[in-house]
């Protein structure tokens, strides 16, 4: 669990909200079925809490902690005291910006003191009490002039005051003088401090009630929150009942917080009962809140506090941050810069608005995709693909229905790569399904044979792989709703029966099922395979019923909503792994240069290992890639298009290319594709050729694959 230091409204206390708030997945989001079988039965009542003991009440031993929750762990210590740190460090640049600021002000504060002990000080330099007491003689001499005594008393006081005054106000022009005269001849370091030791007092004689000498120093918050606007801010969605007054209404009741949580506030309430709603309800109503609370709905990320963490149902977890917390650079994806990886593993995929890293185990899964084009939802569904790369006993099985370049580079390692949705790759897609669905039937017959001491849940394990030579096989298909319009009904039909097999059934032989499609409508993308699909993940899409056909039927009620998200999300999508589990997850970075070279690592490592099969270890390009040789990028553009068919017309070899790569071959001709071929080295054995029983200009496969180096095609097998 990442550990959060977190300063409080006042910038002041330091907490550590993982003791206090659920836990957050920090390592995966989805766990094998089959760990059921291993989790802790349900705890015995101990003797002291039965109800028989009559010293049940004051022998149990109560739940508070002992230490506050900043100190319960060495890593708490530890965050906590490196966010001080950084506190003191923000306050001391603060204020250090602001000297000057400061120095006029206590210039302007001690000249006001100045004037104030003046004030003070004229009625003990005049003496002024000598004053009165000369006033009230004289006020007496004029009720009775003829008493001599009062005369002679009044000539004594007013030489008294006179006297009184001159040795005042002597003393103190001889003391400014002295400290004038010994300040102009003192050290420099000296009159400084001489000048502060005046100037301070004067300063703090010449403050006001409601002078504040210090700017405000607290780190500007732009998100702020309090259980009072959180009450209103309910009250407002319906979810509260109004009284005469805020203070006679129902109000939540917060278990923790609102407290500062890294870049945000966080909350945990209960809903007040008797009002009839529930932590449903408040999630249903996320963009109300959201609006009542002065932020975007991209903000507030709320989840339901099940039991298994203290929870009920009318407790909810909230967090609003400071701005938007899916913008930004992106993260570089882990897989990047991994020399193996183990696809038994929970595989980085991205992180959640907190920061927190989610992982998703893939073994026994199936995973579909889905959202608006260039919303970064291929990147993401390679990032899963690409960390079978990095296993030698992952086999791919790829098919691409745009056939643009996003998958190119898996003719490297694939087994089987299908690009395209032309009548010859839907053939071979079709030749791919019913291989693997062959192959299911092997693995399962093999599993079934084998004793429970190998084989105890009749499932795939890392020993049997090994053992037996069966590796796990990863199954992309992206763009599925390409293949579906391309069909002939017949064909449809059988594709789907197929693909819903493999979902289905494959994941207990090793299958991992990887499906993306954009807006999956119940033409493009039928629903019986959707809802066999056991983690779902969907870019921006443009509306809530389309969110809820990636993510599931009433998702968006519950809070999984991606048309939330804008178009500033690229790489941002809803991730939901279970009836009631979901998170919007930012996900990890994977250019194509960077999966073009895990592509290459793959190839190496499944060499090394002897698990190179397929059409992978006969791609002349791939094994020209992968030594390091290179191959004219018209032979390679060609191959590639003519990879289902040993021969092709000019005509469709021209679209193809088009397809492939508009910008190059955009503009080409039959005379110039002839041209470009016979320059790069390919000589033709004929110019016609016959397909389905027609005869038309055109080209032989192996005539373009011996432009190839020799010692290529001998690495190839050819």
Not at 62 to 74: G, I
Not at 347 to 356: M, S
Not at 542 to 568: C, I, N, P, T, Y
Request: aromatic share 6%.
């Amino acid at each position: 669990m990442t550990e959060l230091a977190v300063e409080g409204a006042d910038m002041g206390t330091l907490h550590h909200l993982d003791d206090h708030r659920p836990a957050t997945p920090a390592v995966s989001l989805v766990k094998d079925p089959s760990d059921a079988e291993t989790a802790p039965a349900a705890a015995e009542v101990e003797a002291v809490d039965r109800a028989d003991n009559p010293l049940a009440d004051w022998l149990t031993v109560p739940d508070a902690p002992v230490l506050p929750a900043w100190a319960r762990s060495a890593a708490s210590i530890k965050a906590n005291a490196a966010a001080l740190v950084r506190l003191t460090w923000w306050h001391a640049r603060y204020h250090g910006i602001r000297t000057p600021k400061y120095l006029v002000k206590t210039v302007l504060l001690a000249a006001r003191g100045f004037f104030r002990a003046t004030v003070g000080l004229w009625p003990t330099l005049s003496a002024q009490d000598h004053s009165a007491t000369v006033k009230a003689l004289r006020a007496q001499s004029k009720a009775r002039p003829e008493d001599v005594d009062l005369a002679t008393r009044l000539q004594m006081a007013h030489a008294e005051r006179t006297r009184t005054r001159r040795w005042r106000f002597g003393a103190a022009a001889a003391g400014v003088a002295a400290a004038a005269i010994g300040i102009a001849l003192a050290d420099p370091v000296l009159q400084t401090g001489i000048a502060g030791a005046v100037v301070t007092p004067l300063a703090y004689l010449g403050r006001g009630k409601d002078t504040q000498f210090l700017d405000q120093g607290a780190p500007p918050l732009r998100v702020d929150m309090s259980a009072q606007q959180l009450n209103d801010a309910l009250r407002a969605a319906g979810l509260l009942k109004s009284g005469k007054g805020d203070e006679e209404g129902p109000r939540v009741s917060c278990s923790m917080g609102p407290v500062r949580d890294g870049r945000g506030w966080a909350v945990i309430f209960d809903l007040p009962r008797g009002g009839g709603k529930t932590a449903s309800d408040v999630l249903a109503k996320r963009e109300v809140i959201a609006q009542e609370l002065g932020v975007d709905e991209i903000q507030v990320i709320m989840s339901r506090v099940r039991a298994a963490k203290g929870g009920n149902a009318g407790r909810v977890s909230m967090w609003v941050a400071d701005d938007d917390p899916y913008l930004g650079t992106p993260n570089p994806s882990p897989l990047e810069k991994a020399e193996r990886f183990s696809i038994w593993e929970p595989v980085p995929f991205g992180q959640d608005a907190r920061g927190v890293r989610v992982n998703i185990p893939v073994m026994w899964q199936s995973m579909f995709f889905g959202g608006l084009p260039r919303r970064g939802k291929t990147f993401s569904q390679r990032l899963l693909t690409a960390a079978g790369l990095l296993d030698s006993y992952v086999r791919h099985y790829v098919a691409d229905g745009k056939g643009g370049a996003d998958w190119m580079p898996m003719k490297a390692v694939a087994h089987r790569l299908v690009m395209g949705a032309e009548d010859d790759a839907i053939e071979a897609l079709k030749a791919m399904l019913a291989e693997l669905l062959t192959e299911m039937e092997r693995r399962f017959a093999l599993l079934r044979d084998l004793p429970t001491s190998v084989c105890p849940e009749g499932k795939l394990t890392p020993d049997i792989v090994a053992k037996y030579n069966l590796p796990v096989i990863f199954v992309t298909i992206d763009e599925l709703q390409e293949y579906f319009t391309a069909m002939e009904k017949e064909d449809r039909e059988q594709v789907i029966n197929d693909l819903c097999r493999i979902a289905r059934r494959g994941p207990a032989a090793g299958f991992i099922s990887n499906f993306a499609s954009q807006r999956p409508d119940a033409d493009s993308v039928p629903t019986k395979l959707r809802e066999i699909i056991t983690i779902r993940y969907s870019t921006q899409v443009v509306d809530r019923a389309s969110s809820d056909m990636v993510l599931g039927k009433g998702k968006a009620a519950q809070g999984a909503d991606a048309s939330v998200l804008s178009e500033e999300h690229k790489g941002v999508g809803v991730l939901v792994t279970g009836p009631a589990s979901y998170v919007t997850v930012r996900a990890d970075y994977l250019d194509g240069p960077s999966f073009a070279g895990l592509c290459r690592k793959g190839r190496v490592l499944r060499e090394q290992a002897g698990q190179l099969t397929g059409e992978a270890a006969g791609d002349v390009t791939a094994a020209a890639d992968a030594a390091g040789v290179t191959v004219p990028a018209i032979v390679s553009d060609a191959l590639e298009v003519m990879r289902h068919s040993p021969r092709m017309f000019t005509t469709d070899l021209l679209n193809g290319l088009v397809n492939l790569d508009e910008d190059v071959y955009g503009d080409f001709n039959a005379e110039q594709l002839a041209a470009e071929l016979e320059a790069a080295g390919v000589k033709r054995t004929s110019k016609q050729v016959k397909i389905s029983g027609s005869n038309g200009a055109g080209y032989q496969r192996r005539d373009i694959e011996a432009a190839v180096p020799s010692e290529i095609l001998l690495s190839t097998g050819r």
